[in-house]
């Protein structure tokens, strides 16, 4: 099928996420716009004004109502998504990079960058349910000591939570006492990003490294491995089939005039998830994909990349007749 | 050949790591060992001196001194006297300037003839104490133990008759079967096998290493270390072409016994034994140009492995193995001396020298070791030839660049036929627009392909060797319109626009070949079969280095090194006719190298017979390759079904964990998240389509 084009960041893609309900899209890039579009066609709904510089991560709440949205501009905000309206601020000494509701959106997190002196830091703040009573005070705060964090979110029952390392880490910090309970280095180079399976049992990691892990959320286990021959700056888990999507590619300022989109290979690859097997990929962006998300319901994904576009694809139907043999053959 | 500069560029990479890789170079260096300065090695011994009292002293001192007065200054002179007798002993001590100064003196004075009774025996001071310690007594050597040695063909016994290739992957070599498409089975694998690249000898038998100490070649079916050759920092070698000889070349030159500093050398692969090693300054192997890289190899075997020549000014210098003198103890001269080529078949040595003043340049056959001239041909107006022999030696080429104008160039081929009376030469002009880069013969054929520029249009022809009797006949039947008669002799087959090639790569067996373009091309193959004349398929391989054929020419490989490419290193399998095998992406992959097979055994007969009844053979081949890919499917299929059920079972497990917290969870949210969305209200989406029936215009007064 074709692709949906989406025309409406001037500058790269950081991040694309739909909401629960899978009909809405939240873009955000650095051009400091977070965009908001229908899925099924790609109409944009509006966009939240006010950032002032490249908006590195978003959230939405489980009802669709709250976004939040991690800027470089040295805040965290919260808007209504309906009304496009900010509804508030936390204001910090450095970029925010990471922002993420805690399970039942009372709680969320976002990190702050490790410049001018500061060191990486998890916030934890609460979020109220009358606006009045928002406060900017956090809850807790969590010094990272060490590579900062590039990758951040809760593990589930809001007990944990989840840190990717610029060195390749992986880290489990309590998040009630703030402690470091688990530190594993499994990838050589910068983790960018990090996805739950919707049990929460395991997640999959992007790393320039050129590789996509899975860990198991408990041992921090390596369960699988994908290679490619590009960083990775981005990994998906379907919902409903046993596939991964990867999405990556070589560095912009790495690419050759001659050798282009070719030689860059700005894909999105999809895996088998048990066997590890390459099943397929699309082509399109002519820039590093940067952010890969799939629909709730598994039928579509979305891509951002440093070319500027969003593209959004539904699968074929023989996407969901294809099978392998073997995963109907049990032994 | 991989050029100088590159392959030092391969060492730097290699870590300072010995230790791995144990070779122990220490009884060769003990052999070929250089000792440490003593303080005498100046000062000779002259033996066998007369015994003369203090009277005669002076008059055989000026006597002594005399026969060494061209040597060089004596620093002292020193007879010692018996002090019984009040004559002299018998010896006199010189000491020289110079270490040179005093080898020099060894040479000159040792048998020197003063009168009948007196002959010099002259020695240096250090040997004397070496000698003088010598056992006198005869010791019997003790038998050292037969050990049988590894088969060293046995790679060739393979029951299914598969091909090894040797790959280079960072500092891992291993050498592979082939499979065709399946996965290559491993025969062995080490890191830190070779410190720089490693190379097959040219029937395959050999493995070469290259180290800090200098070269191991390795083979049988355990790869075991078969011989080694110290030389310090080796960084280029060669074989003679039956793998008796190899050559090798270091910048950095060694010093030898005679307190020489030396940079090749050649040994003597079966017993390891250093036969010659050669001087060669720098600015001569650095050529004429000054260029980095050196013409190599410098010395050029004969296709027997009995003679091997070197280009030297003014002359070709041929060396007989294994004593490695020169042959008839001269250097054939010839003026002015461009470059040289053996015959790849006969003692034939094919040479060109320029114009000089009014003798014209001229291209010469010679007979060796008779040095009778077979056949020499005069140009006129040349600025440069080159000499391309047809493998099996029925043919030479040379390609003569001539001055048109003052700019423009011209070139045309003068095909001599060795297999002729009297050797006639063919003339063929080239099409001037053409500027011609390269010739390629067909191994075991009478074709061979050129690739030239027409402006900035790369063109590729084939041509084809009419037998001498034949142009007659074809000029008979002129009224066809053949692309031929080009010239006499020589028949255009195909001329054609090559874009994207900088290389032609014939199948070892002849018949087909490849045209690539490689290093600073995109990476096009392209796949020809020359007697029907068709591109039988086409690929690409981007940014791809290398293109090689496997042994037997049915399969193609093409690779990414990452001593040129940093990035998607690797390589890809074809069949001859274009068709992707395999595709492995390989990091830090550096060099594939098939390993070559020696010629083969049956008769010409024998070998008809075989494609005769090639049906019947290939019918079995076919059942086997079958098998193959049978237990490969199912190793798969079994590999992945384990997979699907360990995972599942992992999944469950998880899911299990989530379930039980189900309560907890319901509490954080204040309702189940994961309750089935049916009870909400259902949804209906409108979505407004506007469109444009019919559009007019009306101009409203």
Redesign the interface.
Known sequence: MRPILLHGHTRSLTKVKYNRDGDLLFTVSKDAKPNVWFA??GERLGSYDGHNGAVWDLDVS?DSKRLLTASADNTCRLWGVESGKELFRWNTRTAVRQVAFA??DRMALYVTDATMGQPSTIWVVAIEEDLENQSDEFERKIIINGPKATVASWG???KTIYTGHEDGTITIWDAETGEKIKSVKSHDSVISDMQW?P????FITASKDHTAKIF?AKTLRV?KTYTT?RPVNSAALSPIR?HIALGGG?EAMEVTQI?GA??GKFETRFFH???EEEIGRVKGHFGPINTLAFAPDGRSFASGAEDGFVRIHYFDDDYFEFN????S??? | MPSVQEQEHRGDHHEEDDELLDIDFSDIEERYRVDMPTGYETVVVVDNTPKVGEEKKDRLLNAIKKIFKDIGDIKTIHMPMDSATGQSKGYIFIEFETVEQATQAVKLGNGHKLDRAHVFAVNRFDDIEKYTSTNDEYVEPAEVPFVEKEHLKSWLADPRARDQWVMMKGDEVSIYWNNKSEQPDLDHSRSNWSDMYVSWSPKGTYLATFHKQGIALWGGPTWSKINRFAHPNVKLIDFSPNEKYITTWSHEPFLTADGEHHRLAIWDIVTGRQLRTFAIDAAVAAGPEGKQKIDWPMFKWSYDDKYVARLAPGMISVYETPGMGLLDKKSIKVDDVQAFAWSPSEHILSYWTPESGNIPARVSLMRLPSREVLRTKNLFNVIDCKLFWQQSGDYLLVTVKRAKSKKATTTNFEIFRLREKDVPVDVMEVDSVLEVTNIYWEPLGSRFALLAMEGTKIVCNFYQMVPAAAPAAAKGKKAGPSVGDVALGVKLLKSFDAKGTNQIIWSPKGRFCLLAGVRAFQGEIQFWDVEELVMMGSGEH??CTDVDWDPTGRYVTSSVSWWRVQ??TGFIMWTFTGQQLAKQ?VPAFKQLLWRPRPPTLLSEEEQKQVKKNLKEYSKQFDEEDAAQTKAVTREV?ER????????AE??N???A??EA?AD??AN???FD?DAKQDSLPEES?E?WVEEVVEETEEIVE
């Open positions: 099924h066609n489980y399970q039942g589930d029952l809001n399976a049990d929460y049992g395991y198991d369960m021959q046993p070589q050798g070719k030689q998830l048990p066997f392998y043999e073997e995963e053959l049990t032994a | 981007y940014m990035t998607d992406a299929l992945r079904i384990k997979l699907w059920n360990e995972w992992y999944r497990r998880v899911h964990d989530y917290a907890v969870r954080i949210w204040g998240p989406l979505e």
